[in-house]
């Protein structure tokens, strides 16, 4: 079983560009997230959603876009990326919060903004 | 006051050790809790789920005490491979960010 995949593991951007992290879950799972993880720190949630179709913001959503077009997928856009978005990124899903299940999660994309 | 807190670490015990760390959350209506592991640079791991009644999964065991809303975990016999940081989170449910992590605390056990 493949769990959550996340695509790429690494990445070098300079400012100002752009990408997208792909996260990819073969559990049909309803919930889908996007977390951010930087030294010294605890995850924060930047993006999650409840479906497909819908996404909200989390704790630290600006400079972040999201879109869920399919169930299996949750994809993590940088329109114009800064120096503070250098972090490791984690996807997790979870069947559904309002059942004591526990989160999966990739295993993260190192992201550097230079 | 952070939603989820934890002991601030690290620990640095010798093999065979007992350890323990506390985990405080601030919303009552919290309803499920998780302690994960972190390795060095990979994803989060599920350890064990919390509840109620308390927990045992081998040489560990979770606690959870509602009415003052912490959660603890035991380790015994630390084995070299217990070095990690250990994450306590917590699902709080109708609220949007479900899932709420603390910053971790990490473990260091010694030979």
């Known amino acids: 079983n493949a769990g959550v995949t996340q695509t790429p593991k690494f990445r070098v951007l300079k400012t100002g560009q752009s990408m997208t992290l792909l996260c990819a879950q073969d559990?049909?799972?309803?919930?889908m997230y996007w977390y951010r993880q930087d030294p010294g720190m605890g995850l924060r949630l930047i993006h999650y959603?409840?479906?497909?179709?819908?996404?909200a913001k989390g704790e630290v959503p600006d400079g972040y876009n999201v879109s869920r077009l399919k169930k299996q997928n949750f994809l993590l856009g940088l329109e114009s990326a800064a120096p503070s978005q250098t972090s490791v990124y984690f996807c997790?899903?979870?069947?559904?919060?309002?059942?004591?299940?526990?989160?999966?999660f990739g295993d993260g994309t190192r992201l550097s903004i230079l | 006051r952070k939603e989820v807190e934890q002991d601030p670490g690290p620990f640095n015990v010798p093999e065979g050790a007992t350890v323990a760390f506390n985990c405080t959350y601030s919303?009552?209506?919290?309803?499920?809790f998780f302690w994960y592991r972190q390795d060095c640079r990979k994803e989060p791991k599920l350890l064990m789920s919390?509840?109620?009644s308390g927990n045992e999964d081998g040489r560990f065991t979770a606690q959870l005490n509602r009415a003052s809303q912490y959660i603890s975990l035991l380790i015994r016999d630390s084995k070299l491979s217990d070095s990690a940081t250990y994450l306590c989170?917590?699902?709080?449910?109708?609220?949007?960010?479900?899932?709420?992590f603390g910053p971790g605390t990490r473990l260091s056990v010694l030979p």
């Open positions: 989170v917590v699902n709080m449910r109708n609220y949007g960010q479900n899932f709420v």
């Open positions: 919390v509840y109620s």
């Open positions: 559990m049909n799972h309803e919930y």
């Open positions: 997790a899903s979870s069947y559904q919060p309002q059942s004591p299940q526990p989160q999966h």
């Open positions: 919303n009552s209506a919290s309803q499920s």
């Open positions: 959603s409840v479906g497909e179709g819908t996404t």
